[in-house]
């Protein structure tokens, strides 16, 4: 179990300001691209217009960084965004726009909670077979939800297929479960020469490492159990008590009376909680300079490892770890 597992496809940062949290962003040493929008026509015929929520992204090769913020009411859109046409056959148009509408709902709800880190996707190249490995564990989920998407590239514009799919519990809205949206996405086709997603990055950053979920301690077992039907084996740190990973999907998972062993001073706003993630940079000493000098705190938790204090990154930890 776990083996159709294949590490972080992306985590999602949910924030109140797209224009804030993209300078923010920036001065963290990430290169971020415009904000886009998706439209779509809500019913079969009806006029494309823009729906849900808003988004940024920070890509690294084989997986991104993204950037949240709920449209309002009127479809009122940020500034120097561009609008996403979504295409897909009329027969799945109904169920497309109703988990539209119900993640739009669920990111409103999560900024509730507190801004930052609630989406953690995993990586798969067989989301079929995730969906019905989650269905014979007794894990409920939305069903496998198919897009297309546009990416640029050097020669233009290309459509790229996207399929994912949402965890949900059984006591919570569709999509949602305690801590925030959990879900699977399967790999595109491989990238074409000349897509502009992988720009470099002036912090160094090459790709996503690992997220951290915070869990008061009396729950611990019983999230270690639901994330083991998630993503396969567990592998507890014999080095620091109270803290198990997933290594398929490198998520960490720690108890609240361990979490400062890992990332010292940090203290959730609510439980649980994702708390942080961490990407790989080759040079930590380097990315530490840049950062110091954009005016931003860093904590060194190792030789070759730092991280910026949630207060300090809109809600969640931003770790830097030097590559192996």
Known sequence: MGDDVGGLHHVGHVVRDMGEAMGRYRRLGFTVSAPAYPVLPRRTGGPAEPFGVANAHVYFPGGFIELVAVLDETGRVPGGARPIPLQVPDDRLPGLVAAIRATAVNITSFLRRFQGLHIVIADTPDIDGVAARLTAGGVGHGGVHAIQRPVETGTGTRMEPA???????????????????????????????????????????????????????????????????????????????????????????????????????????VLPAFVAYTVSVPDVAATERLLRGNGLPTIRTGPGELFVPADAALGTAVGFRQDD
């Open 163 to 269: 399929r994912y799919l949402e965890i949900s519990d059984p006591g919570l809205p569709a999509g949602r479960v305690p801590e925030g949206r959990i879900g699977f996405a399967e790999n595109g086709r491989a990238e074409a020469p000349g897509d502009r997603r992988h720009a470099g990055h002036p912090n160094g950053a090459t790709g996503l490492r690992e997220c951290v979920l915070c869990v008061a301690d009396p729950e611990l077992p019983e999230l270690e159990r639901r994330y083991g039907t998630y993503f396969g084996r567990m592998r507890r740190d014999r080095t620091a008590p109270g803290v198990a990973r997933f290594d398929r999907a490198n998520v960490t998972v720690v108890s609240a009376s361990a979490l400062g062993g890992l990332l010292p001073g940090e203290r959730p706003a």
